[in-house]
Antibody, heavy 117, light 109 residues
Framework: EVQLVQSGAEVKKPGESLKISCKGS????????IGWVRQMPGKGLEWMGI????????RYSPSFQGQVTISADKSISTAYLQWSSLKASDTAMYYC??????????WGQGTLVTVSS | EIVLTQSPGTLSLSPGERATLSCRAS???????LAWYQQKPGQAPRLLIY???SRATGIPDRFSGSGSGTDFTLTISRLEPEDFAVYYC??????????FGQGTRLEIK
């Protein structure tokens, strides 16, 4: 069974750093792109970027370029999303999802990030 | 950047009725790369339709997708109580590779 399991909810202060994770299982982790999606409270879905764990090829949506870093450790089938200095506006639910041709077929359960002083 | 515009923003219907949701792209989108998702409160999105018209695994046949070029439609033939949710279209393939529409909220009338 394909599963993407994300790390738990986080509460951070502005300026702090954070790295959240997404662990894949039940499929060849290195053979599919993984993407990250932001959903701010009460809002829609925003694509942040994608990574191919096989070779760590990474691409960012222009809105998120320079704001976050996407990485992966294929040895443990895990993708990451990290911030070096959080802002209150980073408060959101973050989802990882597996990409197949033309769609994203499996999604993680989401990680809620709350940034508040 | 391809912008996807969904309409209506909110659709109020009763169980048993037919729902028609629209997704319009600012530029032509390959039909192979147009998908629809359903999201219920507190849940991750669920893939319904890929390739504009193919149902994902386990999706009931009351859900259907159609369209090409810049105009795409998701149709729910007879609404069940569990179908009331937010629906998003997504295009995949043109820089910046993936974008979503802003969503249509399907609510019980």
């Amino acid at each position: 069974e394909v599963q993407l399991v994300q790390s738990g909810a986080e509460v951070k202060k502005p300026g702090e750093s954070l790295k959240i994770s997404c662990k894949g299982s039940g499929y060849s982790f290195t053979s599919y792109w993984i993407g990250w999606v932001r959903q701010m409270p009460g809002k829609g879905l925003e694509w942040m970027g994608i990574i191919y764990p096989g070779d760590s090829d990474t691409r960012y949506s222009p809105s998120f370029q320079g704001q976050v870093t996407i990485s992966a450790d294929k040895s443990i089938s895990t993708a990451y999303l990290q911030w070096s200095s959080l802002k209150a506006s980073d408060t959101a639910m973050y989802y990882c999802a597996r990409l197949v041709v033309g769609a994203t077929d499996y999604w993680g359960q989401g990680t809620l990030v709350t940034v508040s002083s | 950047e391809i912008v996807l515009t969904q309409s209506p923003g909110t659709l109020s219907l009763s169980p048993g009725e037919r729902a028609t949701l629209s997704c319009r792209a600012s530029q032509s989108v390959s039909s192979s790369y147009l998908a629809w998702y359903q999201q219920k409160p507190g849940q991750a999105p669920r893939l319904l339709i890929y390739g504009a018209s193919s149902r994902a695994t386990g999706i009931p046949d009351r859900f259907s997708g159609s369209g090409s070029g810049t105009d795409f439609t998701l149709t729910i033939s007879r609404l069940e109580p569990e179908d009331f949710a937010v629906y998003y279209c997504q295009q995949y393939g043109s820089s910046p590779w993936i974008t979503f529409g802003q969503g249509t909220r399907l609510e019980i009338k």
